[in-house]
């Protein structure tokens, strides 16, 4: 896949930047985004279930507007996206969300709920060989997905900024290849998300891994609007949040993997924010 | 048929989905007379193709299909046929929906017709992954594992080796868990195996190099890659080895 991504990126880079001034300058055009930086496949890749998801929400707008999808996993295609074509309302994870709450103002609005999961938990796992208790003794390479928001992480699983972790944070699409390259001494560490976790411990290499670090509970990713809602976008909301109820949306929820959306637990986001805050400043 | 439709219905995974919609019913087309229908179809499925002379070749097998003593063989190349057709005839989208609704179908009563018969699981689990491509959806994927699977295990050198091709390109390309069922190591074996079973095709090699140099093992992806080159198959389709080639080709200078 990475070979392919690497071939499709620049493509896609440059659609994206063509289209964005078309975009901008169309009737208001209704653009959502899924952002999902380190994810695997690629806009193109994505567009028929991005398109049935749009067309859901078109078919329950007033008046049925036309609505356009899009599926982004590389921070590069998020940046031109956010910036230039400006979405009516993204899902971001959360670490994509810390980082970028300020300068793309950030609203959350609603949470996922992958797997059914109300909450999320980020893990540094290691080979169950390795003697280390402690995080700050672990250096060498560790990788994960998460890896492709680094900043954010770093302050959310060790309140330190990513440049003065004691070891390198590498992105990989490829998670079992990094947790067999864990077993077998290759790379250091492994950073997980809690389903990546669940899964990763029902394989055979799941025996030989073990979690050095965790955070606490996190939010799932968050759906986002960029500055506060309009009419449309609240009703934009509504739909999502009624999907779950909705018999016709299931199959499409199941394919987002997401049991629906749900209200923000402010309750957690807040003094995360703050955490992801001080964990910035100078030490 | 070489099945490169395998490999590039694999190039289209999605991650954000885990279900897809089944294939709608698709409405029966006139057919010609079953008697000698085989023979057309095999007629009009000789190589070198055009999708015109696939779609002949597609209802004559499944007219040949009418036939009891023939229904399983009519089935699985009709099923090979449109299978064909999704990826090879540069058909517009809702036509490439059709002819894979069509394939799953048709492979589907072939399977249920001969339990035993490898190319109908083999083409079952094809046209599930080209299903996939064009939905951008993966639950289809375990299916397509288990009737590889059950391919390979009925017989394994059917299509060049293509049951373990067609393993080894869906494990070595789908995600990871969570997402998926891709694993890496799991699809080299089975293009190992692959490669042993049917050591004079190229794309055998090819898809072998695909992986190894995904995987970072450049040297023998190189070598791969060079055996690909150097077999010379004198029954391939010119349209299918063109497609591979392609690909095989940007992975060269990729690893130039």
Not at chain 1, 202 to 230: C, F, I, N, Q, Y
Request: net charge neutral; aromatic share 6%.
């Amino acid at each position: 896949m990475k070979s392919l991504r690497s071939v499709i990126l620049p493509v896609i880079a440059v659609l994206l930047a063509s289209t964005a001034s078309a975009a901008t300058a169309a009737d208001d055009p209704l653009l959502f985004d899924l952002i999902q930086p380190g994810s695997p496949g690629s806009t193109e890749e994505a567009a028929p279930l991005m398109a049935r998801w749009a067309d859901y929400l078109s078919a329950h707008l007033p008046g049925h507007p036309p609505i356009t999808g899009r599926y982004v996993n590389t921070n590069e295609q998020a940046r031109i996206v956010l910036s230039q074509i400006k979405p009516r309302f993204a899902v971001v994870t959360v670490p994509y969300y810390l980082e970028h709450r300020s300068a793309y103002n950030f609203q959350p609005q609603l949470a996922t709920r992958p797997g059914g999961r109300t909450e999320d938990r980020y893990r540094l796992l290691v080979s169950t060989t390795n003697p280390i208790t402690t995080w700050e003794k672990l250096t060498g390479d560790v990788a994960g997905t998460l890896c492709h928001t680094p900043e954010a992480v770093a302050r959310l699983l060790f309140q330190r900024t990513a440049s003065t972790l004691p070891f390198h944070c590498q992105p990989t699409d490829r998670l079992l290849r990094a947790a067999r390259q864990v077993v077998r001494g290759e790379l250091n560490g492994l950073l997980v998300t809690d389903e990546q976790d669940t899964s990763l411990m029902a394989l055979p290499e799941g025996a030989s891994l073990k979690a050095l670090h965790a955070t606490g509970p996190l939010p799932p990713p968050l759906v986002v609007t960029l500055g506060r809602p309009d009419a449309v976008q609240q009703s934009i909301i509504q739909t999502l949040l009624g999907m779950k109820d909705d018999p016709t949306a299931h199959e499409l929820l199941t394919e987002l993997r997401t049991d629906g959306f749900g209200p923000v637990d402010l309750n957690v986001l807040t003094p995360l924010q703050e955490a992801f805050e001080r964990a910035g400043k100078p030490r | 048929m070489r099945d490169r439709a395998l490999r590039s219905c694999l190039l289209l995974w999605v991650i954000v989905c885990s279900c897809a919609t089944p294939p709608p019913a698709v409405p029966p087309l006139p057919l010609p007379q079953a008697e000698g229908a085989m023979t057309f179809g095999e007629s009009f499925y000789r190589s070198p193709r055009t999708p015109e002379r696939v779609r002949k070749a597609a209802l004559n097998y499944e007219a040949a299909a009418q036939r009891p003593e023939q229904a399983a063989e009519g089935l699985w190349k009709a099923a090979r046929a449109y299978v064909w057709l999704t990826q090879f005839a540069g058909s517009k989208r809702a036509q490439q929906e059709q002819d894979v609704a069509r394939a799953i179908a048709l492979a589907r009563r072939a399977v249920a017709t001969a339990p035993k018969q490898a190319n109908a699981h083999y083409y079952l689990a094809a046209s599930l992954g080209l299903f996939s491509q064009l939905h951008s959806a993966m639950s289809q994927l375990e299916e397509m594992a288990r009737e590889g699977k059950r391919a390979a295990e009925l017989d394994p050198r059917i299509d060049h080796a293509g049951p373990y091709r067609l393993l080894g390109s869906l494990y070595g390309q789908a995600p990871d868990p969570p997402i998926s069922l891709g694993d890496e190591e799991k699809g080299l074996d089975y293009l190992r195996k692959a490669v042993t079973t049917a050591p004079d095709n190229p794309e055998n090699h090819f898809r072998l190099a695909e992986l190894l140099a995904a995987m970072g093992q450049k040297a023998e992806a190189k070598h791969q890659l060079e055996q690909a080159f150097f077999l010379n198959e004198t029954d391939a389709d010119p349209t299918e080895t063109l497609a591979w080639q392609t690909q095989a080709k940007r992975l060269w200078e990729k690893m130039k």
